[in-house]
């Protein structure tokens, strides 16, 4: 029996101790979500040319005689859209330029749509709207070739998809997706069973583990027999990264999970941990596979999850999308609670703006079993082993979704 | 042209003008993520029996005769594993039982097997240790039947997955996913164009609605050929209950967007709003159908979408996700920033947790068109029109991913 401290020290050892995640290449379409496996430099600058930044007309600055006049008027000739390639500006004249489109050679200068008049084919524009640079979006002064604008690691939201989108990636490098082999034992989830009982763990690590962007693939093996949990272990083992069993794991003749374990040589890392609810929590390594064998009640295994298996999993391939948002939320608690000397809790807690700042108010919870709390819920506390939280105190909470 | 608070009221008008959301029936293995169409009561409750919540020894209180010493004795008779139904207990007594296992009926308590010794196959047990109810879980302790456990637009996460799968649910009815046809148009599309571009505003947009559950199809228009975009919205338009353009709602030749939408009959609900960046956003009805026609530049795409189409999109069918979280986070501004008397604009900001206070800072921005801004940032500010932010104000920030 390991304590909270001690049993998260052995996973980030072990999580260093994994082999490097594999590569894939993926469309871009595909890349939400997704971890980004490689650096990503400008190779096409943003804008990818001067363009004009609006509805208006490119000329020459220089071209503009002192005429000592408050206005100009020049000729107009071309007409310039976005997406072709314009002629070159000719002395003397102005073009009409669309938002967007390319500056032609000679001209550094747009003036707005707005600000000028037209009178049989010709410009009237008042001098001192007339400025080098005006109205010109450069060339790469969002950002010039050779910017890093993406490193490996991150999590791909609409915010990098639109970078990677800007230097044309069709194919991109992302980590493979962790796979998960979940297993459920229990003879109680047979169909046929006397007491058939609900079975909660697969779905509930499923979506949790899938809005993640894991790869899950389940079985619930519905019998008391030993083998029949062991050719469950073979089979998933052989098509995932990672093991997850739920249930299984006292010494009970029909808990099976341990003695299977055991018979295919796999090495304990720790065999429960001084938490509450989770305390069941064993984790093993068969070959250098992880396995995480997590007790049966659904809230004890969503607790362990979400402290114990996420953060195990986030370490393997060091994702940097939480790194800029508070991953917890902070405020007062509400209410007062003591951990045993021994015995790290978690307390389903709500959130509510007061004022500026938060208050955590704690949910009624039966325990390890309780799935109930968790939607009355929107985080967690974790109080360490010994320790009190009083009426006041600053803590912070993981959210629940 | 209206300012943010009228496109706002009038956007919250048109979204209680649409139609009922659809709904549909779906295995619960594809819930998460979708916006739940029922009420959910419960079917069963939750412990679906009186159940052990420890290994060890069932018996009957009321069996244990008084002897004045402080140890009893009982003969072991049966052995009960959760999923079968036990035989009722049989006076004075003891049962040896699992965790999760079903109470027999006329035991009434359950000592741990830890807390007793074994001899010849007789429990030997401190009176003390006796008492009714002791580590027995009370059928219905967590939820009865009939307690409420989900209300329709509740969007559906792990904890509400578990919700489901404890009443067995293999279907249940979810909204229809909100269709959403998207429509780039702009000549510099074209792989052909002289002055070829990126085109970044559908995989962005196609990136974060997505990101919401939406269900997203998309066209590149890379022509300026007006009939090619008319052809293009009448596709779309058959095939999706919001459509969203970008681009081409300028004025100058080839700004079809406007033109196209007035020969399909459409209606104008607002054509510019006072914001920067997104001024030319402009909202359509096609029919019943909401059109938004974004600007091209994709960060002022990016802010349209996320203050104006999302949140029209939310309301469309109630969503009580965020109603339980912070969806802004909360800090003081490191920064001034003044909004001009008729213009409300958005900041990208980083926020960073000082002391018990987040604190945001601003980080620059080329405007509208610049999309770096947004990977370097974690929320926007919005400040309204007229209105200055001095440094060490509180505000509010939605966040970007």
């Known amino acids: 029996m390991v304590d909270y401290d001690q049993?998260?020290?052995?996973?980030?050892?072990?999580?260093?101790?994994?082999?490097?995640?594999?590569?894939?290449?993926?469309?871009?379409?595909?890349?939400?979500?997704?971890?980004?496996?490689?650096?990503?430099?400008?190779?096409t600058p943003r804008p990818e040319a001067d363009i004009s930044a609006m509805d208006g007309y490119a000329l020459c600055c220089a071209d503009i005689p002192d005429t000592g006049q408050s206005h100009v008027t020049l000729p107009l000739r071309d007409y310039i859209t976005a997406g072709e390639c314009p002629p070159p500006h000719q002395n003397g004249t102005a073009a009409t330029i669309l938002t967007g489109a390319r500056?032609?050679?000679?001209?550094?200068?747009?003036?707005?749509?707005?600000?000028?008049?037209m009178c049989d084919g010709t410009l009237r524009l008042a001098l001192s709207d007339i400025a080098a640079?005006?109205?010109?979006?450069?060339?790469?002064?969002?950002?010039?070739t050779g910017s890093t604008l993406l490193t490996a690691g991150q999590k791909l939201d609409w915010?990098?998809?639109?970078?990677?989108?800007?230097?044309?990636?069709?194919?991109?490098?992302?980590?493979?997706?962790?796979?998960?082999?979940?297993?459920?034992?229990?003879?109680?989830?047979?169909?046929?069973?006397?007491?058939?009982?609900?079975?909660?763990?697969?779905?509930l690590l499923t979506a949790m583990l899938e809005s993640l962007g894991l790869h899950v693939v389940t079985r619930v093996v519905g019998s008391d027999n030993r083998q029949d949990l062991q050719n469950a272990v073979?089979?998933?083992?052989?098509?995932?990264?990672?093991?997850?069993?739920?249930?299984?794991?006292?010494?009970?003749?029909?808990?099976?999970?341990?003695?299977?374990?055991?018979?295919l040589g796999a090495s304990c890392?720790?065999?429960?941990?001084?938490?509450?609810?989770?305390?069941?929590?064993?984790?093993?390594?068969?070959?250098?596979k992880p396995v995480f064998c997590l007790p049966g009640n659904p809230g004890a295994t969503a607790i362990c999850t979400l402290f114990f298996v996420i953060p195990f999993?986030?370490?393997?391939?060091?994702?940097?999308?939480?790194?800029?948002?508070?991953?917890?939320?902070?405020?007062?608690?509400?209410?007062?609670?003591?951990?045993?000397?021994?015995?790290?809790?978690f307390v389903p807690?709500?959130?509510?703006?007061?004022?500026?700042?938060?208050?955590?108010?704690?949910?009624?919870?039966?325990?390890?079993?309780?799935?109930?709390?968790f939607s009355h819920a929107t985080g967690l506390l974790l109080i360490p082993a010994g320790q009190t939280l009083n009426v006041g105190d600053w803590c912070s909470a993981i959210p629940l979704n």
């Open 269 to 288: 890392l720790f065999r429960r941990v001084k938490i509450k609810p989770g305390k069941p929590l064993t984790v093993m390594t068969l070959g250098h």
């Open 234 to 263: 073979l089979e998933m083992e052989a098509q995932s990264d990672v093991l997850i069993t739920t249930g299984g794991i006292s010494v009970g003749q029909t808990d099976h999970v341990l003695p299977v374990m055991e018979q």
């Open 313 to 345: 999993l986030r370490s393997l391939i060091n994702v940097k999308s939480e790194s800029d948002i508070p991953y917890t939320s902070d405020g007062r608690s509400s209410f007062s609670f003591s951990s045993p000397a021994e015995t790290t809790c």
């Open 133 to 144: 640079g005006k109205n010109i979006r450069r060339e790469g002064e969002e950002f010039p």
């Open 7 to 43: 049993a998260q020290a052995l996973l980030a050892q072990l999580a260093k101790s994994q082999p490097a995640p594999q590569t894939e290449f993926i469309p871009l379409s595909q890349a939400r979500g997704r971890i980004l496996a490689q650096n990503l430099k400008a190779s």
């Open 103 to 117: 500056i032609p050679l000679g001209a550094d200068c747009v003036i707005a749509r707005e600000r000028v008049e």
């Open 349 to 373: 807690v709500t959130y509510a703006q007061s004022g500026k700042e938060g208050v955590f108010t704690a949910v009624p919870s039966r325990g390890a079993s309780d799935i109930l709390c």
């Open 159 to 203: 915010r990098h998809v639109a970078l990677l989108a800007s230097q044309n990636m069709k194919q991109l490098a992302v980590y493979k997706q962790v796979r998960i082999g979940l297993i459920a034992n229990g003879a109680e989830f047979a169909d046929n069973a006397q007491d058939c009982r609900a079975e909660i763990n697969t779905p």
